[in-house]
């Protein structure tokens, strides 16, 4: 799938303090909310292969800094920000940042299993919690991301210390120089990491910094 990318400001930019986000996708830095990059990618074919391999499944795909424009509401508050429905063809109009895939009424076996099914290709993609679905460009994640950022500060993948809990942070868990897994985080992202912490509500991160900065 065709890629589009916003060049990278210098170095100097990130002073005002970067973020990853969007698994990647997008580097904001703030204050005052700027976005430094965004890749995107064209939605519409995992959308076309989603609608025939298992209608009803929810569909969003981000706005960036807004909300998401989405095929029906999601459950709860999975979303925030601005949220627009619109039908597939509206949703694959134009390149995007993310897409997600949300079927509440599937286990996290069967969505794994639905993933697989899909056969997508030209992406990068992620089995959240649950019946979760993340969608990224090809190639595209938090390491090479956060690699970025750490170049633009002249700091070298040993220097970083990254944390992690989610399938979507392995390949930046194994970038660092030291991952750290949280303690509630599935098997394989602990398997990724260097070390497993405490979960956050017993302190993890905040012991793990101490103990570097501290």
């Known amino acids: ?114 993933a697989r099914h899909l056969g997508m290709h030209g992406v990068t993609y992620y089995i959240g919690w649950g019946s979760w679905l993340d969608i990224a460009p090809d190639g595209v994640n938090k390491a090479t991301a956060l690699a970025e950022v750490a170049a633009g500060f002249g700091v070298s993948a040993a220097d970083v210390v990254a944390f992690g809990d989610g399938r979507n942070d392995i390949e930046m868990l194994r970038w660092a120089g030291r991952g750290v897994a949280m303690g509630d985080a599935p098997d394989e992202v602990k398997a990724a990491a260097d070390d497993v912490t405490k979960t956050i509500d017993d302190g993890g991160p905040a012991a793990e910094l101490r103990h570097w900065f501290g």
């Not at 009803?56 to 949220?83: K, Q």
């Open 1 to 114: 799938m065709a890629r589009y990318e916003v060049d990278i400001r210098s170095s100097s930019d990130y002073l005002l303090g970067p973020t990853v986000c969007s698994n990647g996708a997008v580097i904001v830095r703030y204050p005052p909310q700027e976005i430094i990059k965004a890749i995107t990618f064209d939605p519409r074919p995992v959308i076309t292969q989603v609608e025939k391999v298992a209608p009803g499944t929810l569909i969003a795909v981000e706005e960036i800094g807004r909300g998401y424009r989405l095929n029906d509401h999601f459950p709860g508050d999975d979303l925030t920000g601005e949220l627009i429905i619109e039908n597939a063809e509206q949703l694959s109009s134009r390149p995007v940042t993310r897409v997600i895939l949300r079927d509440p009424t599937r286990s996290e076996e069967e969505f794994v299993a639905l």
